[in-house]
């Protein structure tokens, strides 16, 4: 039952088919980056083979993501081990939050509460078991904070060294948990951004698996669709909304097209409107949204929320993806002020007993914006995606040491220098 792929008898690896989202061309498992024709962002075609049971596998009865493991381009052979029970995590109903921003219904779904505290954990897991079935010495990932962790603590679980890359703004008490569980983090210069440059170069010249958490690795990021797969069966039916933090949006986007798939099961007639949020400090998707625009670079990232401080210099593309799905599904995409966002957390913690980033409480900062603008009605229903916990952004883990690197080739010669001592 799944996604039916011829196997290559020489490396025992499925044929997976990958699309580029921009000019379309496809091609046979290419190594997670961005289309070498166009410099769009990947996506995976898997072809869902004709004994998909679907009322079976979407029965109501949720473990974790591994329960849709064959909606996932890796073999559940090589994940069977790696699971420390991320997804599955709960649909809370929030009646008194809802009164203060609007709206009749409104739930949180609580991916805060993931093993490595944070919604990056649905494409960690994924990314990293495809990256132990493909054979990789080690993964590396760019992160404001919480990819970090998650990215570790799944290499850990897989035996692999795990390198991270960060830009001097991340919190370090993120970073904690990354050190945790044995990556070496170096710190550059600059934004998230930089970062993510510098991770992808030495993904290149050293092998690793690039398992970063934008759209530059197309088989983590299928993970993602499990939020709709959970968000069906936890809810029955389809909500009027779904709203989520962005960055560059590959979580928006595996919801839209978790819905899609379920649409295409026969189990939904129905996609959510979905509502990207983001600061205004750092707001390139929203901005592009309201001027009816393609995705253009943030010139320089002003804000306290650094989860969500991605000015997309050099993979607007990412961007652009992510309002294809907004658009197509009748969405829209809007800016938050700091302030409001800070607001937003407080009052989740006490009045719900959630205690969130600020990154989380995004979305439903978003809501109370989005009922003033007019996009959402006072009588839909909504669902917030509460995407990191709040004790990572606590003191006792900011005496975090990090290695500063000047630049990719210091970066590549220290990675390469650890690898060839673990040898």
Request: aromatic share 8%; hydrophobic share 40%.
């Amino acid at each position: 039952m799944g996604w039916s792929q011829g196997y290559n008898d020489e490396t025992g690896h499925a044929e997976l088919q990958v699309r580029c989202t921009g000019c379309g061309i496809s091609r046979r498992n290419p190594l997670p980056d961005y289309c070498q024709r166009c410099g769009s962002p990947l996506e995976v075609e898997l072809d869902y083979s004709e004994d998909l049971q679907a009322e079976r596998l979407f029965d109501g009865c949720i473990t974790d993501l591994w329960k849709y493991g064959s909606l996932y381009p890796v073999a559940l052979r090589h994940s069977a081990d790696l699971s420390l029970g991320e997804g599955g995590t709960p649909l809370i109903r929030i009646s008194k939050t809802a009164q203060q921003i609007g709206v009749k219904e409104a739930w949180c779904k609580c991916d805060h509460l993931n093993p490595s505290g944070s919604f990056k954990d649905r494409s960690a897991a994924v990314g990293v078991a495809w990256a132990r079935e493909r054979g990789y010495p080690g993964v590396i990932c760019a992160s404001s904070g919480n990819a970090a962790g998650a990215a570790a603590t799944y290499a850990a679980r897989a035996g692999l060294p795990a390198y991270v890359v960060v830009s001097f703004r991340a919190p370090k008490s993120k970073l904690g948990v990354a050190v945790a569980h044995g990556a070496r983090v170096f710190s550059v210069a600059g934004d998230f951004s930089r970062a993510f440059a510098a991770a992808r170069e030495a993904a290149a010249e050293v092998g690793l698996a690039n398992v970063t958490t934008t759209y530059v690795n197309c088989y983590a990021y299928e993970g993602n669709k499990s939020v709709a797969y959970e968000l069906y069966e936890q809810m029955e039916v389809v909500p009027e909304w779904v709203v989520v933090p962005v960055g560059s949006g590959p979580l928006l986007y595996g919801v839209w097209k978790g819905f899609r798939e379920l649409r295409k099961f026969g189990l939904v007639d129905r996609i959510p409107r979905l509502l990207a949020v983001q600061p205004e400090g750092c707001a390139p998707i929203a901005r592009a949204f309201a001027a009816g625009e393609e995705v253009k670079p943030w010139s320089r990232a002003d804000t306290v929320v650094s989860g969500l401080d991605d000015p997309l210099q050099g993979y607007e593309r990412d961007g652009t993806l992510t309002l294809v799905a907004v658009r197509e599904s009748g969405g829209a995409a809007l800016a938050v002020p700091d302030t409001e966002i800070l607001k937003a957390g407080r009052v989740l913690a006490h009045e719900e007993g959630m205690f969130v980033e600020p990154a989380a409480a995004a979305s439903v900062a978003g809501v109370a914006a989005a009922r003033r603008l007019g996009y959402i009605d006072g009588s839909e229903a909504v669902v917030c995606l509460l995407t990191g916990h709040g004790l990572k952004y606590q003191g006792g883990g900011d005496q975090t040491e990090l290695e500063t690197v000047g630049d990719e080739v210091e970066l590549v010669r220290a990675i390469e220098k650890d690898l060839s001592k673990d040898a």
